[in-house]
């Protein structure tokens, strides 16, 4: 099993940037299709970008060309690099690990806003 640990979100500013980590333990986040969800109070959490053992990379629409998923197997950790932030970014984003089963880290909360 794999134990994940977000870092990085914080207070910004509409047109920002913020870069979310992902540390994993325990195994490593090559084995794995590693994404990023986001979720805001009343809603249902949403995929935000993922990327595979294989190294495929799939993002929401609603962030294509703004954010970027990438992993380092090195240092065991995935990355969300977040560009041109927009108040409606707003959320607490998880990591998660998925193979047979699916992991989830407590998550981190980013704020948008002026």
């Known amino acids: 099993q794999v134990q994940l640990v977000e870092s990085g979100g914080g207070l910004v500013q509409p047109g920002g940037s913020l870069r979310l980590s992902c540390a994993a333990s325990?195994?490593?986040?090559?084995?794995?299709?590693m994404g990023w969800y986001r979720q805001v109070p009343g809603k249902q959490r949403e995929l935000v970008a993922a990327?595979?053992?294989?190294?495929?990379?799939n993002y929401a629409d609603f962030v294509k060309g703004r954010f970027t998923i990438s992993r380092d197997t090195v240092k065991n950790t995935v990355y969300l690099q977040m560009s041109s932030l927009k108040p409606e970014d707003t959320a607490v984003y998880y990591c998660?690990?998925?193979?047979?089963?699916?992991?989830w880290g407590k998550g981190t909360l980013v704020t948008v806003s002026s």
């Open positions: 990327i595979t053992s294989g190294g495929y990379l």
């Open positions: 325990g195994r490593s986040v090559g084995i794995y299709t």
């Open positions: 998660n690990a998925k193979r047979s089963l699916d992991y």
